[in-house]
C-alpha cells in the first residue's frame, strides 16, 4: 500500500536511513575543526565560582575565630577579627581567581585569532 509519504517496504526505509547517517558522518567532518577550541567556563559557572570563593573565605574565618573564642573562653573578638580577616582573604582570592580567568580567556581568544 502507497500513501502519500511514499512506498512502505522495509528496503526503502533502510537505505533512506543509511544515506541519512551517511549525510550526517559527512556534516560532522566538515565541522569537526571549527569549534575545537571552546570556552571551558560559562559566564554563570564563572560568577558561581566567584561568589563561593568569597562567601567560603567568610565562614571559614568566622568559624576560626569562633573556635579561637569558645576554647579560649574570650568574648566575640576573634570572631569580628575572623571575620575581617575572611573578608580580605575572600575578596584577594576573588581578584586572583578572575585574573587568571582573564589571562586564561585572552588566550584562548588569540590561540582562536591564529587559525
Not at 500513501?3 to 549525510?23: F, V, Y
Not at 575565630?65 to 582570592?93: C, E, K, M, Q, S
Amino acid at each position: 500500500m502507497s500513501g502519500k509519504n511514499g512506498p512502505s517496504s522495509n528496503l526503502s526505509k533502510t537505505s533512506d536511513l543509511d544515506d541519512l547517517e551517511q549525510r550526517l558522518e559527512d556534516a560532522k567532518r566538515q565541522h569537526s575543526g571549527e569549534d575545537e577550541i571552546a570556552p571551558d567556563n560559562s559566564m554563570l559557572g564563572m560568577a558561581w565560582r566567584i561568589s563561593t570563593e568569597l562567601v567560603v573565605a567568610v565562614f571559614i574565618g568566622c568559624g576560626l575565630g569562633f573556635g579561637v573564642d569558645y576554647f579560649a573562653n574570650t568574648g566575640p573578638i576573634f570572631v569580628i577579627l575572623g571575620l575581617v580577616l575572611g573578608t580580605v582573604a575572600g575578596i584577594r582570592n576573588t581578584f586572583r581567581l578572575v585574573l587568571r580567568m582573564e589571562a586564561a580567556e585572552k588566550e584562548r581568544l588569540e590561540k582562536l585569532s591564529k587559525r
